[in-house]
């Protein structure tokens, strides 16, 4: 494997875990109370994606080292390329991009409302008793 492949590959890592924190940072901000200064974008930039039919910059950057290296690049985005045939066989359309994005959207809800209650929490126990 030379050095483009390689950073393709590692290109498709990245991209994974940035999708997976864009799922999950919510939940993640239960623990680290700072995180909603970094997930929140992140959040804005995965729905903005979804809903806009638009291509993260990632995607082209792994097509490009794919080609430096000899090898095939792929049309479509990276949701189309690796996630898509694994959730949705058929391929993405713009109704699956609108699930996709509710249930984006519905999951961060969840996270969010339990970040909230969790803070309001500490901060009623950080109160003195009268």
């Not at 950057?61 to 049309?75: D, I, Q």
């Not at 690796?82 to 994005?101: C, D, H, N």
Request: glycine residues 12%; charged residues 15%; hydrophobic residues 50%.
């Amino acid at each position: 494997m030379n050095g483009s492949a390689f950073a393709a590959d590692a290109v498709v890592v990245v991209h994974l875990a940035f999708i997976a924190f864009v799922v999950a940072g919510g939940f993640l901000a239960l623990r680290w109370h700072w995180l909603p200064l970094l997930h929140l974008p992140a959040l804005g930039w995965g729905i903005w994606i979804e809903l806009s039919g638009g291509i993260c910059p990632l995607t082209p950057l792994e097509n490009r080292l794919r080609t430096r290296a000899g090898e095939t690049g792929y049309g479509g985005g990276f949701v189309d390329h690796y996630l898509i045939p694994i959730l949705y066989p058929q391929g993405l359309t713009s109704g699956v991009q609108a699930l996709l994005a509710s249930a984006l959207i519905l999951v961060n809800v969840v996270a969010y409302v339990q970040y909230a209650r969790g803070r309001k929490r500490r901060q009623d126990s950080d109160r003195p008793s009268r």
